[in-house]
C-alpha cells in the first residue's frame, strides 16, 4: 500500500474534525475524499501530505511512519514521493512558466531540462506559454501549468485540493483528463473534492 491512516485524529479549539479514523489507498489508486464543509476533508489531505500533524494517529507513507517526527524523512517525502496540487495552484505570479518549472526541475536529475520542460508543457496543450507570466494567464491555465510542475518532479503520489473548484467545464475536462492520464501511468492519486465529475473518474470514493 501508498498510504496508511491508522486511528487519526485532529481536534481545532473544540471541534472535532477527524476522530479515530482510518484509511488506505493503495499503489496507482485513484480515489476521491467528498463531503460537506467542515468535516474535515482538506485536514486530512494536509495530514497525508506532512503539512499538519495529528493530534493523534500514525500516518505511514510508502513504509515510512509518521515522517513529521523526522526532518530528513519529511523533506526526501516532499522532494521525491508527495506531490500537491493545491486549490490556489501555488504558483510564482509574477515569473515565467518557465522559471516556475525550474523550481520542480531543483532536485530532479535530468538530462535536456529544457526539453522536458517542452515536453510536459505539450502535453498540457500549452506549450506556447513558456515565457509567459504567470498573472497572464487564466485559472485553467495555471492549474495546467501546476500539473506539468508535477510531471517534472515525477513524484509516486498526487494530492489534489478541490483541483477543479475554480474552474469552468472545458478547463475542468482538460484538469481531470490529464490527472485520469498520471493515474493510468500508475500515479497514486487522493482528490479532495465536492465535484461529482472527479469522482466519476476516480477507483473509489471515500465521504467524510
Known amino acids: 500500500m501508498e498510504i496508511e491512516l491508522k486511528n487519526i485524529s485532529k481536534k481545532y479549539e473544540n471541534k472535532q474534525v477527524l476522530d479515530n479514523f482510518n484509511l ?100 498540457v496543450g500549452l506549450l506556447d506559454k513558456l515565457n509567459s507570466k504567470i498573472y497572464q494567464l487564466s485559472g485553467g491555465e495555471q492549474q495546467r501549468i501546476a500539473l506539468a510542475r508535477l510531471m517534472l518532479k515525477k513524484n509516486d503520489i498526487i494530492l489534489a485540493d478541490e483541483p477543479t473548484g475554480s474552474l469552468d467545464e472545458v478547463n475542468r475536462d482538460q484538469v481531470l483528463s490529464i490527472l485520469k492520464s498520471l493515474n493510468n501511468e500508475g500515479k497514486t492519486i487522493l482528490i479532495v473534492t465536492h465535484d461529482p465529475e472527479v469522482s466519476k473518474i476516480c477507483t473509489n470514493v471515500v465521504t467524510l
Open 24 to 123: 488506505v489507498v493503495n499503489k496507482g489508486e485513484m480515489m476521491a475524499i467528498t463531503g460537506q464543509s467542515g468535516t474535515g476533508k482538506s485536514t486530512l489531505l494536509n495530514i497525508v501530505g506532512l503539512l499538519e500533524e495529528p493530534d493523534s494517529g500514525d500516518v505511514i507513507i510508502q513504509g515510512i511512519e509518521n515522517a513529521w517526527k523526522s526532518e530528513k524523512k519529511q523533506i526526501e517525502l516532499f522532494r521525491y514521493t508527495i506531490g500537491y496540487l493545491f486549490q490556489n495552484y501555488a504558483l510564482i505570479d509574477n515569473e515565467t512558466v518557465s522559471k516556475n518549472l525550474d523550481v520542480a526541475l531543483e532536485y530532479v536529475k535530468l538530462p535536456n531540462k529544457e526539453d522536458k520542460k517542452k515536453e510536459v508543457l505539450e502535453k
